[in-house]
């Protein structure tokens, strides 16, 4: 199994981690305070589209990563949770119904 990423976006915080598989061991790790909250300010005074503001953000903190663990980082799978997905994120998502089955099929 390859490495991911893990990006925790919270109000406040932000984290993004190089996971290993197997064991799920954070090899690495850059944290800031460019929460949600935060860059969604940003956003609105920026008036720049959405979406690029905010992968902006996030393609900073993989550089910070690949910097600091010198490896390429380019191709993995990247996780985000948190408020990423709220109303003040990146795109908000609708909450998923439930019951849905334990593979996540109907979550979406």
């Not at 996780?79 to 439930?98: C, D, K, T, V």
């Amino acid at each position: 199994m390859i490495n991911f990423l893990s990006c925790d976006w919270g109000t406040t915080n932000f984290r993004l981690r190089l996971v290993e598989p197997n064991g799920l061991s954070i090899r690495a790790e850059v944290s800031s305070h460019q929460g949600i909250a935060m860059v969604h300010s940003g956003w609105k005074n920026a008036g720049n589209d959405r979406e690029t503001f905010y992968s902006s953000i996030l393609r900073e903190a993989v550089i910070q990563l690949q910097e600091r663990t010198s490896t390429n980082l380019t191709g993995l799978p990247l996780l985000i949770s948190g408020m990423a997905s709220s109303s003040l994120g990146i795109r908000e998502l609708p909450y998923a119904g439930l019951p849905f089955d334990a593979m996540g099929e109907g979550a979406l």
